[in-house]
């Protein structure tokens, strides 16, 4: 459990510079706050999917464990 913990704060760590740079970016040219608070929405249900996913992952590896037994 502790590597999916550190995968999924990593990932959320380079993905939320990337997401800083992004925003600053449609700032600075576009002045549309829409499409930034758009793109906050987005990236946390992005981050949301990835680490249920990595949690499913998980169980069933502790799953196929169990029935070894």
Known sequence: MK???WSYLSWIFVAGFLV???????EV????SSLKSLLVVL????SNIYYR?????????????????
Request: proline share 0%; charged share 30%.
């Open 3 to 5: 590597t999916i913990y």
């Open 20 to 26: 800083v740079y992004l925003l600053e970016f449609i």
């Open 29 to 32: 040219f576009t002045h549309q």
């Open 43 to 46: 990236f946390l249900f992005t």
């Open 53 to 69: 996913k990595l949690l499913k992952e998980k169980d069933q590896e502790i799953f196929r464990l169990k029935q070894m037994r």
